[in-house]
């Protein structure tokens, strides 16, 4: 019986302490594109004739939108303050999430006086209602918002959207693997090869695809050793 070290879950290059948000830095499909140009797009104050409205990242399921919003909220905090961040989820039901809406707002208003601004990841999971209720009451009270959604709302300067293409699926790919053993890098990269990745919009889901792939790999490969 040949000897070999046990392959544990931890070791899986596509766990999900690796890919989890905010794990990996965004990185944008346009090299043009600078973090500190959005940054300062974001903050700049409205000088038009018309009002932008509160900021939007819009991008698809598993874009990039939240891992983008980990890297932007410390840097506006630098020019905003302190921020009052809501996570909502398609985990939570509708009740719930309207509640975790309603008390951020509660608490900015609480708090006026030191001009906090709102985060909200996630906010397509609200209804028509509320997310009319949330736009009146940021123009009403002045509060400042950046939030993420899955779709464009009426009266908020959508600021960026997110997208993926093949070439950037296959760098983060790399990264994740470059400690990895050669063969198991082949495999991953011959199962990338086989997907028509201009398609792909949920790099989420792919983690999670690619992350059973590598445990079927090395179960294999623990069965072989072991004959």
């Not at 006026?112 to 009146?136: K, Y």
């Amino acid at each position: 019986m040949t000897e070999m070290s046990p392959v544990f879950p931890s070791d899986n290059p596509f766990r999900v302490r690796r890919v989890k948000p905010g794990a990996i830095p965004y990185q944008f499909v346009d090299p043009e594109i600078q973090q500190d140009d959005l940054v300062r797009r974001i903050i700049t104050p409205d000088t038009g004739p018309k009002l932008t409205g509160p900021k939007l990242i819009v991008g698809p399921h598993g874009s990039g939108k939240t891992t983008l919003l980990h890297q932007l909220v410390p840097r506006i905090r630098q020019h905003w303050g302190t921020e009052i961040w809501v996570t909502l989820s398609s985990d939570l039901s509708p009740g719930e999430n309207q509640n975790l809406l309603r008390r951020s707002m509660g608490t900015a208003n609480h708090h006026r006086h030191r001009d906090p601004w709102l985060v909200i990841d996630g906010i397509e999971q609200l209804g028509r209602l509320n997310g009319w209720l949330l736009t009146r009451f940021l123009r009403r009270s002045g509060t400042r918002c950046l939030a993420t959604s899955h779709r464009r709302i009426l009266g908020w300067d959508h600021c960026f959207a997110t997208r993926l293409n093949s070439e950037l699926i296959q760098r983060l790919c790399d990264q994740l693997l470059a400690d990895a053993d050669p063969s198991l890098r082949q495999k991953v990269f011959k199962n990338l090869s086989s997907r028509d990745l201009h398609t792909t919009t949920d790099l989420r889901a792919l983690w999670f695809e690619l992350y059973d792939l590598v445990a079927d790999f090395e179960a294999q490969d623990r069965t072989t050793a072991v004959r």
